[in-house]
């Protein structure tokens, strides 16, 4: 993997006054709102290729609008007076020298993928440099990862944050409003380039985009924010710099884990998303404790998932190896499951790995399972479980626990099902879930129901204990360890917090 600089364009224009009039002509065709595709009567694609005779459809009128969704969205080609039509007041030939759109006879084509995501337009790579021999520097675009790492990023004031790996500068950029100045670092020479012409193109001036290896370009920079979405899929390969870091297993993320800390300013949060190989026979969070130790971080794992050696080997050749028939399949899955064999990977777990720098005291780890649902930005969620488990920390004995007034999460929600029976209608089960954020869900009886209920924030749990066990007929002595155990999980999850608290984190 050594990227060719000088075969790629410079993805910049002649006269930076282009970049206003491009952002003007985006805005003016309606290119720039995220709904682009609502404007033209559809909302629901699940991706543009399986509708493509809808929008063909949908996008016939030869408006500009029309013609930028076909040339962009679509990657078809237009012809090149009807994109000459559709970049007024721009001259095609600026578009072409910044290597956004190439000429093929009377037909223009796009070079770029050009997308509209959260207020920001964003040029990056089309998938089908992934079939030529410049494959290894392609540079992604949004996806799953890009999504789920920017909803759960914690958006708070920074003084200098980090975006690790930045791509096209997306987490860069989402940063930006919130932080006083933004490093965008990737080793991709075109990821920089076209995370700098990205910053230009949305006027966004407190980014600056690095190229280099890791925390190379921010050696001696302290950061409020590092948030990183590394190329963590593990293989034997080292085909593309988007996906594969070239290091053994999971080596990628746990460097940038044991590097992180000295990068962090004190209370500054490292959010990774990772994927870590499992070894048979021992607590998945207890072998991923072993990246943190002496870290001076506090640190909370959210596992989204675990998977098989094949089924994790097969979910990854498919959502990147496109150009693999069947045989091909076949033959790099057999190589990618002998490579888990040998180095002994039981499973594959992947989520969010949270690390915030406290020198002070002891540092706690946690490792959860992540909700099965996160509903919008999750970020003060995320803050707001390092609050808790602080908490929980100080309240380690039942005793001190009990002494606390807790509250329910104004966001708890409380179902119950009813099954007739002849008896009448009879409660056949509950269920409580948080309604936004981090959606954590589970089921609930009775007494978990009750206990909630009762937690206003007025008395402490040792006040509400006798009223808990009268409802259930029971000793309260002997339901204390009970809900004391109850009670530390649901903090943990955030259904219950300490009163005075409800809206900090
Ligand atoms: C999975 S992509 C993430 C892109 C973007 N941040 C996002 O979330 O959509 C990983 C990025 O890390 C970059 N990268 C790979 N190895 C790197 C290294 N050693 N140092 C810095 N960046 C690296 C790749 O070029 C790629 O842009």
Not at 92 to 121: C, E, M, Y
Not at 450 to 471: F, S, V, W, Y
């Amino acid at each position: 993997m050594n990227p060719d600089q000088n075969s790629d364009p410079l993805f910049d224009f002649a006269d930076a006054d282009d970049y206003q009039r491009l952002r003007d002509l985006l805005a003016a065709a309606g290119f720039l709102d995220e709904s682009v595709l609502e404007a033209i009567g559809i909302n629901d694609l699940p991706d543009l290729a399986s509708d493509h005779p809808l929008l063909l459809d949908r996008t016939a009128g030869g408006s500009a609008l029309h013609t930028l969704i076909r040339l962009f969205l679509m990657e078809m080609p237009v012809e090149a007076d009807t994109f000459a039509q559709a970049i007024r007041p721009m001259a095609a030939d600026s578009w072409l020298q910044a290597g956004l759109v190439r000429r093929h006879g009377s037909q223009v084509t796009a070079a770029l993928k050009l997308l509209p995501f959260r207020n920001l337009i964003l040029a990056f790579d089309l998938p089908a440099l992934l079939q030529t021999p410049q494959r290894s520097r392609y540079v992604m675009g949004i996806g799953g990862s890009t999504i789920t790492l920017s909803q759960l990023t914690i958006r708070r004031h920074c003084r200098q944050t980090l975006d690790l790996g930045c791509g096209c500068g997306v987490h860069a950029f989402l940063a930006a409003p919130h932080s006083s100045r933004v490093a965008a670092v990737d080793l991709n020479p075109r990821a920089v380039r076209l995370a700098a012409f990205n910053a230009r193109l949305n006027n966004i001036s407190n980014v600056d985009c690095l190229e280099g290896d890791f925390f190379g370009p921010v050696a001696e920079r302290q950061f409020d924010l590092i948030i990183s979405n590394p190329p963590f899929v593990i293989s034997p390969e080292s085909r593309f710099i988007y996906r594969d870091a070239g290091l053994e297993a999971d080596s990628v993320c746990r460097r940038i884990a044991r590097q992180a800390p000295a990068f962090l300013t004190e209370g500054g949060f490292c959010q990774i998303l990772c994927n870590w190989a499992e070894k048979d026979g021992g607590d998945w969070g207890q072998q991923l404790a072993q990246w943190f130790g002496g870290s001076n971080c506090d640190v909370w794992v959210m596992r989204s998932e675990s998977l098989s050696p094949a089924a994790y080997g097969s979910k990854w050749i498919r959502h990147t190896e496109f150009s693999d028939g069947e045989t091909g399949f076949s033959q790099r899955f057999h190589q990618w499951l002998d490579y888990y064999e040998r180095l002994g990977i039981a499973s594959f777990g992947a989520g969010l790995i949270t690390m915030r720098r406290r020198s002070n005291g002891t540092n706690w780890f946690c490792a959860d399972e992540s909700p099965e649902r996160m509903i919008g930005p999750c970020g003060e969620d995320v803050a707001r479980g390092f609050a808790l488990r602080d908490f929980l920390e100080t309240v380690q004995e039942d005793a001190a626990l009990l002494a606390c007034r807790l509250r329910f999460s104004p966001d708890l929600r409380l179902e119950q099902q009813f099954t007739p029976s002849a008896q009448g209608w009879q409660v056949s089960g509950s269920t409580i879930q948080l309604a936004r954020g981090l959606a954590f869900q589970g089921n609930s009886d009775t007494f978990m129901a009750n206990l909630m209920i009762h937690c206003d924030g007025k008395r402490t749990l040792q006040e509400l204990l006798p009223d808990m066990a009268a409802a259930l007929k029971a000793d309260p002595a002997r339901l204390a360890p009970l809900v004391c155990q109850l009670i530390r999980k649901l903090v943990e999850q955030g259904f219950l917090l300490p009163a005075g608290q409800e809206n900090e984190s």
